[in-house]
């Protein structure tokens, strides 16, 4: 009796420990015949919100850099997954007009990122790094930066674009948690392109 309790109540437990696990996601994009799996714990952002998420930036962007976010210069977002706050994978892509000035235009984007978050937030100390990063047998090329806060704290976003045709395509992802970023960059390095 004892020892058919004892099994009752292990298949129990192992029941609980299963249903609390996450489904993992993968995300297949027809598009750039991409495969991606989206780590643990990251759940889907809304069309709605990242709307609203996507407005709040250019409008900070207006603000710091009294430029005005042109129709044509919006990406088209492909998704969007956040875990807490400070954890975001999102994906997008713009169509560009030349193919010619990506490497130039790319550069470009780069410095007037960091330009414009360097004016916005100017009483933290921030630090850049371009590079390239082969995924699935393609180069990409990166762009991260790191905010050091004044207290101590650590926040890090990194770009991976690289262009299919006449489209720019990026992978974005904001982390603070340097677990979470490898999770991150490790789904990112790991994702499939046929």
């Known amino acids: 009796m004892r020892k058919h ?82 954890h975001t994978l999102e994906s997008n892509y713009k169509i560009i007009n030349t193919t010619e000035n990506y490497i130039k235009s790319n550069k470009e984007l780069n410095t007037v990122t960091y330009e414009s978050l360097k004016k916005a937030m100017s009483n933290t100390e921030l630090d850049s790094l371009s590079s390239k990063q082969v995924i699935s047998g393609m180069e990409f090329d990166t762009f991260e930066i790191n905010f050091d806060y004044p207290n101590g704290e650590r926040l890090t976003t990194k770009s991976f674009r690289r262009l299919f045709g006449n489209k720019r395509f990026t992978i974005n992802i904001v982390y603070k948690d340097e677990a979470i970023g490898k999770e991150l960059i490790n789904s990112i390095t790991n994702s499939k392109f046929e």
């Open 5 to 86: 309790l004892f099994q009752i109540s292990i298949i129990g437990f192992l029941i609980l420990i299963s249903c609390q696990k996450e489904k993992e996601i993968t995300i297949e994009n027809d598009d750039f015949k991409w495969t991606i799996n989206i780590p643990n714990n990251f759940k889907e952002v809304s069309e709605k919100n990242w709307i609203k998420v996507k407005s709040d930036g250019m409008e900070s962007f207006e603000k710091v850099s009294a430029q005005k976010v042109k129709k044509e210069d919006i990406e088209n977002t492909l998704f969007a997954y956040k875990n807490g706050q400070f």
